[in-house]
């Protein structure tokens, strides 16, 4: 199988991240970091449902098994109530870099979440460095810092049987491996797994992990998807998501059977959207061969 690409949307996301399958309401869960925008797309009737919060920019967003929301957003963890919109701050964090902010986020099979932050970018890819950190939420509220110093956070994923987790810093140019301990969330024994190549590959974001615990990769600047195989260390397939929204910016598993890919990316510079600018959409792939695991939520 070789994945078919098709634009679901022209959402015109500014940095579209962080898609999240809720499997309970078959929605997606989304987030346009610069309009600081919780977005929920109903793929059934293609209704969204739009947040807008009160913060500069929100780098992730994941379901609450008590209900609403949880968010890591500039310098914040905080609790959403999906139906009014009113956040709650739980805890502050990176505050000794004011100009950085919380980027990609996801939830460990235990119900902790996990988010990182960056320096501010004035353009893609050049952050103030140094400036990031990888945190977790824990389940009590507390929030412990596990990585620094790190350019820019990105995708994070952790295999079925839960021992293992990757993490990408995203100018380190790799996918890490850290030996994981579901029970007190530590990750230790870092290695590289797969290293990119820049020119031909461009900057690794978001990814997502599947069923058979390869990783897939949302490639920024190049338009791709790359499934990487972490134990071989091999590229598995590259997959061409878009010549023109190149900013390719992560990935999950969704629909019903848990074997569509979406994935989310971000505009490219221009004062007016022309015909056929389909940056910052929102596109699926099919007929991948590969499923995901249900996405996990925060049980805090
Ligand atoms: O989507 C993200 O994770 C960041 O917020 C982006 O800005 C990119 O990662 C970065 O620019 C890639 O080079
Ligand atoms: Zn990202």
């Given at each position: 199988m070789t994945g078919k690409v098709t634009i679901v949307r022209e959402f015109d996301c500014s940095l579209g991240e962080g898609p999240h399958w809720d499997d309970v309401s078959q929605t997606l869960l989304f987030v346009d970091i610069n309009k600081a925008a919780v977005h929920r797309w109903n793929p059934a009737n293609n209704q969204m449902k739009s947040i807008y919060l009160?913060?500069?920019?929100?780098g992730a967003v994941v379901p609450r098994e008590k209900g609403g929301l949880v968010i890591a957003a500039a310098h914040r963890f905080a609790f959403v109530d999906e139906e009014t919109g009113a956040t709650e701050t739980i805890k502050e964090a990176n505050l000794e870099f004011p100009q950085s902010r919380f980027n990609d986020g996801k939830c460990d099979p235990a119900g902790r979440f996990w988010a990182g932050t960056m320096g501010n970018e004035k353009e893609p890819g050049k952050p103030r460095r140094n400036e990031g950190a990888l945190y977790c939420l824990q389940k009590d509220k507390s929030v412990t810092k596990h990585v620094a110093p790190v350019d820019i956070s990105n995708g994070l994923s952790w295999t079925a049987d839960k021992t293992v987790m990757y993490y990408c810093?995203?100018?380190?140019f790799c996918i890490d491996a850290y030996d994981y301990n579901i029970a007190n969330g530590e990750m230790t024994n870092q290695r590289v797994v797969y290293k990119f190549n820049r020119e031909e590959e461009g900057v690794p974001d978001g990814h997502c992990i599947d069923a058979d615990d390869n990783i897939w990769v949302a490639m920024f600047f190049t338009g791709q998807v790359i499934k990487i195989d972490p134990r071989a260390g091999k590229k598995l397939q590259t997959i061409k998501v878009s010549d023109v929204a190149v900013k390719t910016t992560s990935v999950c598993f969704g629909g019903r059977n848990l074997d569509e890919m979406y994935v989310t990316s971000a505009r490219n510079p221009s004062v007016n959207k022309v015909d056929g600018d389909t940056s910052g959409g929102l596109f699926k792939i099919t007929e991948l061969g590969a499923k995901g695991l249900q996405a996990n939520i925060y049980e805090g």
């Open positions: 009160p913060d500069s920019t929100v810093d995203s100018l380190r």
